[in-house]
């Protein structure tokens, strides 16, 4: 199984990102609402030749917002065994 930890806004894009993630089996119990920022968005630039850049809509993004004392810990140990 594999985990995320990140923020994401209460808003309908946030909450269409969790269950997505859910639907794929991604464990979703470290990400965390933010009320105060929207969703980062990220934009994918496919050149002809497949090469990709990427830009970010962030002004802050809740993913910026988040800090180490938002992580459960406890929920990475079980994947630090790569499992």
Known sequence: MVTCSDKFD???????????LAEQRIDIRN??????????????????????SFSFYRNPGADM????????VSLLENYAGGE
């Open 10 to 20: 209460v808003v309908a894009l946030g909450e269409m990102l969790c269950h997505v």
């Open 31 to 52: 990400l965390i609402a933010d009320e105060e920022v929207p969703t980062t968005l990220a934009f994918v630039h496919a050149a002809p030749d497949g090469d990709r």
């Open 65 to 72: 917002m988040l800090c180490e004392q938002d992580i459960d």
